[in-house]
């Protein structure tokens, strides 16, 4: 059966499994935001709200009457529409640093997410070229991961939403960091125990894990 959104509520249609949604569901519960989630596959969504979405992708969330589908699109709005916590700083020249590093890790050419579904959907030679480079591209930033209790910050923020829902699957990556990522390592503990992180989990993602 086809859910239809409630137009007063806020309705994250989701994937169960896809990195994306995750990302989305962390950050609406951080937020504490009231809402409505549907954890679907893509041919289970509304018609309705395919036709307004014209990449008929996952996540898509519905609130004001209006339906957004672009992940970076859906975090800042998240951020705005609800302010607290801010999960983006306020100084212009911060949140373009953090405007950057989503881009990099999310939506960029080789990116994070990009190597993750090579790697869950890839033939063997690819899955194995994306591993190895993801790995790499891991160690590479250890020092940042150590810098901070965040990543390159005091508080928590929208890349941290991208890189936990990230490193929850490292196990199903077949991705093993060793000692020399124990810095990554230990921040991925430190989102993995929050509320809200434990609250974003699909019932397939605990088994990630």
Request: aromatic share 10%.
């Amino acid at each position: 059966m086809l859910i239809k959104p409630n137009p007063s509520s806020t309705t994250l249609y989701s994937s169960p499994h896809e990195i994306e949604s995750h990302v989305v569901r962390f950050i609406m519960a951080e937020k504490n935001i009231e809402r409505d989630i549907f954890n679907i596959e893509i041919n289970e969504m509304p018609e309705e709200i395919l036709e307004l979405n014209p990449c008929q992708s996952l996540p898509t969330l519905f609130d004001r009457g209006i339906v957004l589908y672009d992940l970076s699109v859906i975090m800042e709005y998240l951020d705005e529409r609800f302010p607290f916590p801010p999960l983006l700083p306020v100084d212009p020249i911060e949140k373009s640093e953090k405007r950057l590093m989503i881009f990099r890790f999310t939506r960029s050419a080789g990116c994070w997410f990009e190597l993750v579904d090579t790697i869950e959907n890839g033939d063997k030679k690819a899955a194995t070229e994306a591993r190895k480079i993801l790995k790499s591209n891991l160690i590479e930033l250890v020092p940042l991961f150590a810098y901070k209790p965040f990543f390159k910050s005091d508080d928590m923020t929208i890349v941290d939403a991208c890189l936990g829902a990230l490193l929850w699957r490292m196990k199903k990556l077949d991705i093993e960091l060793g000692a020399s990522g124990k810095a990554v390592t230990d921040y991925a503990k430190r989102l993995f125990v929050r509320d809200s992180f434990k609250e974003s989990l699909t019932d397939c993602e605990k088994e990630y894990n």
